[in-house]
Structure formats: structure tokens, C-alpha cells
């Protein structure tokens, strides 16, 4: 008995040490892995995953994890990884993120792929969209494979090419051709949540269930090209011109779609009174002539179909008329928008005088139930530390992929990040808190863990 005790004792001692070590430990692993991966410079165009997936690959397989390198025909791959449990049929989770990140532009006032620790933070292209969650995830995964613990279901760690470019060499090919793969696939656990903090404290988790769905087009147009002195209202450039002229004039049509509402009345219970006076409001504020007056900053977007003009290639000398002049449009389509409907109404308002081509059109997509064991689980766990609130955004994520084939995929940021970093996603000086870095890590880690083991 009293051997039993002191051994128990000992052990006590042991775990009390040997756990902040462990922690610590993973802490200084996981900011290596994210450095090292920051300074492979994965810029979509062109990409170059190959870096990563090396890279990814690399790790797993010093731990002794076996992997499957997937190369589309454009020769951009994916990797993935399967810890096997004794309950297929459970349905495995997968750990998403995607490999690519968007290129620096203009305004960095360090090197994006330096990997630079500055101020507590580290910087780099990708820090926060979204390499630090790959790395989370890759934590998580090569914890479950070194523990003890016994697997409850299967869990995919799948890191994947393009996402910034629509996904299309990426998860719409792997999903496309190799479905088999995700055939017993009980959720993903990917990019697109967003959390509140509110005070620096963190007021709600938000786990992303719906977003918007892309529709990219180039508009193009031809003409006489020549001199630039010849007097000619007809060229490329002037086509273009006025037929983008009169979508930008367009006005867009404010309604509240099923999910926006869901979400807008899940969060207005803790946001305060003003959010919820103005969700009270919101169909007569719809309903208005100018609804984006009554409006806070950044929710017109949940309530319109977007239409952004983002770019424009023409000629590039004064004196010279092009032959043709191209735009590329960025249209974000609420999830019950009528795409061929929207569709013609653009091209009706664009006119004869230009040609539309499609280059990215997703078709509609169901929400992400919160009635799985999986979402259940996630909010069992994170409510412990702030209440957890299935969201919808207007950017677009590899999710809909899965969505779109009826599969779960649940968006879900674990760092709790502050406005410096959440500034940079997509502009200069991309960074994140170190801190919050490590406590995203260790969010996941115990999440993944808690929900995949016994
Ligand atoms: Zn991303």
C-alpha cells in the first residue's frame, strides 16, 4: 500500500514536471516548423507547394509517418497523411490547410519569407493566412501519432496546393479525382473561422459553417489597335471601359439570406444592444433605400452580392492603341443567389461590346450542420474558455469543396489575434503574436486530441 502510494506519488511528481516540459518543449518545435515554413516562398502565382509538400513530407516522415505526395496534371501537389484507428467507419477527420499563400505586394517593411521575430511577433507572408494553422495541425497530428492514446476515428492531415487561386489545382482536383480518399470522412477542420475578442479577451469562438460562393470573370474586349493620335472611340480600351463603367454604377440589392440570419442572431446575443437593435431592424433596414447608412462597417458584405473590378491589362505606352483590353471581376455570390441568373444580369449590364468568360463559379452548397458528434465535440471543448458561435463569411475557403459533396467542413481559427495582426491577411507586413501562436498550437493539439481519442 505504501508502495503503491509513494509510486503513485512519484509518478504525481513526474507528470507535474515532465507536462510544462512537454508543453515547452512543443512550443519551441512548433515556432521552428512555422519559421522554416515561412521562408519557403509559396507565392500563387505560380505556387511552387513543391517547397512545402517537401518540406511537410519531410517532417512526417522523420516521425515516422508515411505519406501520399498527389501531383495534379498542372504538377501542383498535395499531401497527405492517414493515422488509422479501429473505427473506420466512424468517419476520419481531416486537418486542412493549403500550402500557397498570396504574393507579398508593395508596403512590406521587412522581407516576406525572412521569417523575422520582431516586437513578439513573427513575420512573414502566410504567419496568420494560413501556415501557422498547418503548423497547428501538423502538431496535433504528430502528437496523436507519438501518443499512447487510442485513436477513436481516423485522422487525415492534409496539406493542399492553389487555394488562393480558387482551389482548382488544389482540393477541387484531389476531391475530383481522387475521391476515394475522403470516402469515410466525418468533417473537416479547416480555415475560416473567425473569433471575437473583445478587451483583449476572447468574448466567442466562431466556427465558420457557410460562406459565400466565388464567381471569377474576364471581361475582355478587341478593337482597331494603331497610333495613339488617331481619333477612334471604339478601341479595346474604350469598350471596356464604359461596359465596366455601368457595373460599377450597378447598385446591389440588400436581402438577408437563411444563413446570414442564423448567424447574425447566434452572435447578437453576445455582441451588446447595439448589434442586436440592429438585427432586430434588419429586414426593414433592408428593405430602405440606403441600407449601408444604417449599417456598421463590413456587414453590407454579408447582405449583397459583391461585384469588384480588381484588374485591368491594357496597353502600356501612351501613344499606343492597344487591340485588347481585359479585367478580371471578383464576384462573391450570397449562398441562395441563382448563379446563370446573376450571371445574366451581369452580362446584360456589361453589353455586346465585351466577351465574358467564367473562370471560377461554384455551384450552391449546404451549411455544415452543428448537429454532428464531431461539431458537438468542438464546442464541448472550446466552450470551456468562451462560448462558440457557428458563423458564415464572405470570403470564400477549400470548404465549399467538401460542402459541395455533403461532407462536414468546419472552419476554426484557434489563435486569438489582435489588429496588427489580423491587418496583414492578403497585405504588407503579415505577422503574428508569438504568444498567440502558441496558444493556438496548444488549443489544438488538445482539441484534436479530445476529439479523436478515447
Ligand atoms: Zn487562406
Redesign the pocket.
Known sequence: MLRTASLAACLLVLLVQTAPTAARGRASEARDLLRAYLELDTSNPPGNENLAARFLRRTLNDAGVPTRLLVSPGGRPSLYARLTSEHPDRGALVLLH?MDVVPPGPGWTSDAFAAEVRDGRLWGRGAV??KSLGIAHLEAFLELHRGRATLTRDVIFLAVAD??AGGIEGTGWLLAEHGELFERVAAVLG?GGSNRVYRERLAWWGIEVAQKRPLWLRVSAEGRGGHGSSMNLHTAPHRLVRALGRLAERRPSFRVSPDVRRYFESVAALQGSTFQELVDRLDEIVASPEPERELLPGLPNYLVDSVQINTLVSGDRVNVTPSRAEALVDIRLLPDTDADRFLGEVKEILGPDVTVEVLLRAPEAPASPTDTEIYGCFESFLSQRAPVVPTFIAGV?DSRYFRERSIPAYGFSPFILDGPDMRGIHGPDEKISLSAFDDGVRTTVDLVRACTTD
Open positions: 493549403h493566412d494560413v487555394e488562393e480555415e475557403t
